[in-house]
């Protein structure tokens, strides 16, 4: 028998931890919107993510490498794929709310800018004098705002919770100013999960395409990376007759892992400890709940710096996204002059909003293959950008 989204809600008060986030509790939508016949308000806000324009152009995002760099190399959109299936793992193992978790990881990348975290810091640079720009906020930007799917409203009209999540999205590498009606210590324990995945897929992942673009070595990573050394120990004992290609799946596999088991076996002695009686007991809270041991947070960070060292900043990754983040300076200044080239919605925007900050949101939406586009037509083009597949 088919069960109605209040039967399921119901089934999520029995069933999830009391700390859980309950989608029967939800703060609601901004606009009041009947909720639907056999999803909860979570999976219905899912499935708007998955819907979305932003979501699908994530496909032509940067992760590390400049899209369209190889074949097996993740895209912002894979990297968001793989955020949000360990962060479903995470909350069911820790007895939360997994379709908010997955909400939230699905949509935490939806503002990113093309080419990853230097596109970030150009339109960053570029808006100094008018707010800034930040991918998290853009992400709520996004869903409040820019996406156009519904006559009576602008945004996807998510639940309080989901926004709740992207407004105070933050990791190691994004520190989000607190946003205006989400001012609590601390998000909610499915939105600190969904941080804490983003970390481990990108500790996990970007070493991984580091390997498989041969920037990174296996040899120096068992020298210098505690992390790395102490899981290829673990699948050469295991596995001692495993091709290169497996023996470095199951090496990463190892790492995740071992991140997921302590992020969840440390939470459960945050959870003891403060003793949380409600979704609110943690929003009160001077600290974060969920996170790492002690050890395996510095391990991390010895990861973190050497990626740093090693890939993000290696010239073959790192003069590419610069000559590409030239190429969107340029069209920042070619639309700041010449509006009327871009897109229909930011035309309709431009003269109710504020200038800049139309072409911020016009840039930030695009791929990398369309910033290409767009500045071959304006002849804006670095030499050495790439050809248009």
């Known amino acids: ?21 309950k989608s029967c509790v939800s703060r609601g939508r901004r606009y009041p919107q009947e909720e639907d016949g056999w999803r909860t308000r979570y999976q219905r806000d899912r499935d708007r993510i998955i ?11 940067t992760q590390v490498f400049l899209n369209g760099s190889g074949d097996h190399l993740r895209t912002r959109l894979t990297h968001t794929m793989e955020v949000a299936a360990i962060s479903r793992n995470i909350a069911r193992a820790l007895n939360l709310n997994e379709d908010l978790t997955e909400a939230i990881s699905l949509a935490h990348d939806l503002g990113h800018s093309p080419f990853g975290h230097k ?32 006559p009576d409203f602008p945004g996807l009209n998510l639940s309080w919770e989901v926004r709740e999540g992207l407004a105070k999205h933050q990791t190691s590498y994004d520190m989000p100013e607190d946003l ?40 120096e990573l068992q020298q210098n990376i505690e992390i790395w050394a102490t899981a290829a120990s673990t699948v050469k004992k295991a596995y001692p007759n495993a091709s290169d290609e497996s023996r470095r799946y199951f090496i990463i596999r190892c790492i995740i892992d071992r991140e997921v088991n302590n992020v969840v076996n440390t939470t459960e002695k945050n959870l003891a400890k403060i003793k949380p009686r409600s979704p609110d007991d943690i929003r009160q809270a001077n600290d974060t709940v969920v996170g790492y041991s002690e050890s395996l947070a ?33 069209l920042f200044l070619f639309f700041l002059n010449s509006p009327e080239k871009m897109g229909s919605q930011a035309k309709i925007r431009w003269e109710r909003s504020q200038k800049k900050r139309v072409i911020c949101d016009y840039l930030a939406g695009m791929t990398d293959r369309y910033v290409y586009e767009q500045a071959r037509e304006f002849n804006l083009a670095d030499e050495s950008l ?3 597949s």
Request: charged residues 30%; negative net charge; contains cysteine.
């Open 1 to 21: 028998m088919a069960l109605s989204h209040q039967e399921l809600e119901e089934r999520e008060s029995q069933q999830l931890a009391p700390y859980a986030q």
């Open 51 to 61: 819907h979305s324009r932003a979501f699908r152009r994530l496909e032509y995002k």
């Open 119 to 150: 596109g970030e810091d150009a339109l960053n640079e570029l808006m100094e004098d008018c707010g800034g720009f930040e991918h998290n906020q853009q992400s709520l930007r996004v869903v409040e705002l820019l996406e156009q799917k519904y």
């Open 180 to 219: 205006a009606g989400f001012d609590f210590n601390s998000p909610s324990l499915e939105a600190q999960v969904s941080n804490l995945a983003d970390e481990i897929t990108y500790y996990s992942h970007d070493l991984d395409d580091g390997l498989e673009s041969g920037l990174l070595l296996e040899k």
């Open 298 to 330: 510095a391990a991390n960070r010895e990861l973190r710096d050497y990626l740093y060292k090693n890939l993000y900043y290696h010239p073959e990754v790192h003069e590419p996204n610069l000559r590409a983040v030239r190429t969107l300076k340029s």
């Open 386 to 388: 790439p050809p248009l």
